[in-house]
C-alpha cells in the first residue's frame, strides 16, 4: 500500500515567519491533496497537485509537487494565528478504482504563536 | 446547505455493545467514505460508496459493516464493539471525485 510520510510532525512558529511542510510518498503520485484540520474539527479541503511541477496557491498558502511526482511541499508565507491546525496530506491509492480512495499521511501539527 | 453532517458527535461505549453512526450529505455527491483517525496513524478508510446500494472494503474494514441505503445517507455499524475501535470517525462525500468533503467527526469511547 502506498505510505506517506509528513515532516515535521509537529511546528512551532512565531507569527509572521514562513514555514514549510513535506509530504514524501513511497511511490509516485496520481494526485495529492492538501488538507488543513482544527483541533476537534473536520477536515478542510486546500489544495489538490495531480501534475508534475504544479504548483497552486491560495491566499498565503502554496503547494507543490516535485517533478518526480514523489513528493509535495505546502509553503505558508507570513504565518497568522488563523493558520494553526493540523496539515494532512491525501494521496490517490495505487489502485484505481474510480472511487479515490485517499490514503493520508499522519499530519502535521501547526502552532502559530501571536 | 449543511454540507456533510454526522451523528452523534460523541460517544462512550461498553465493550460488546453495538451502536451506528449516521453520515449525511446534501450535496447529491455519489460517493461516500467512513475514515477512523488514530494518533500517529493518520486517516485510515474502513469502508467506502460509490452509489446508492453499493458499499465496498477499504484499508480496515473488520468489525464494521455499512450501508447506504439512501444516496444521501451513509451508515457505519459497530456489531460488538472493542476497545480498538477507540477513535474519531469521519465520513467524507465526492462527486465527482476527487475533492472529498468531510463531515466534523465522531468521537467514540469504547471502554
Known amino acids: 500500500s502506498q505510505e506517506l510520510e509528513q515532516s515535521p510532525q509537529s511546528l512551532i512558529v512565531q507569527e509572521g515567519k514562513n514555514l514549510t511542510i513535506n509530504c514524501t510518498s513511497s511511490?509516485?503520485?496520481?494526485?495529492l491533496y492538501w488538507y488543513k484540520q482544527k483541533y476537534g474539527e473536520g477536515l478542510i479541503f486546500l489544495m489538490m497537485?495531480?501534475?508534475?511541477?504544479e504548483e497552486k496557491s491560495h491566499e498565503k498558502i502554496t503547494a507543490k509537487l516535485d517533478e518526480k511526482k514523489q513528493q509535495s511541499s505546502l509553503h505558508i508565507t507570513a504565518s497568522q494565528p488563523s493558520h494553526a491546525g493540523i496539515y494532512l496530506c491525501?494521496?490517490?491509492?495505487?489502485?484505481?478504482?474510480?472511487?479515490?480512495?485517499?490514503?493520508f499521511g499522519t499530519g502535521t501539527r501547526l502552532t502559530v504563536i501571536p | 446547505n449543511a454540507g456533510v453532517t454526522q451523528t452523534p458527535k460523541f460517544r462512550v461505549l461498553k465493550t460488546g455493545q453495538s451502536m451506528t453512526l449516521l453520515c449525511a450529505q446534501d450535496?447529491?455527491?455519489?460517493?461516500m467514505y467512513w475514515y477512523r483517525q488514530d494518533p500517529g496513524m493518520g486517516l485510515r478508510l474502513i469502508h467506502y460508496?460509490?452509489?446508492?446500494?453499493?458499499?465496498a472494503k477499504g484499508e480496515v474494514p473488520d468489525g464494521y459493516n455499512v450501508s447506504r441505503l439512501k444516496k444521501q445517507n451513509f451508515l457505519l455499524g459497530l456489531e460488538s464493539a472493542a476497545p480498538s475501535q477507540t477513535s474519531v470517525y469521519f465520513c467524507?462525500?465526492?462527486?465527482?471525485?476527487?475533492?472529498?468533503?468531510f463531515g466534523p467527526g465522531t468521537r467514540l469511547l469504547v471502554l
Open positions: 467524507a462525500s465526492s462527486y465527482p471525485p476527487p475533492t472529498q468533503y
Open positions: 511511490k509516485t503520485l496520481y494526485g
Open positions: 497537485l495531480q501534475k508534475g511541477g
Open positions: 491525501g494521496a490517490d491509492g495505487e489502485e484505481q478504482t474510480g472511487a479515490n480512495n485517499l490514503f
Open positions: 450535496m447529491n455527491h455519489e460517493y
Open positions: 460508496s460509490v452509489g446508492e446500494g453499493t458499499t
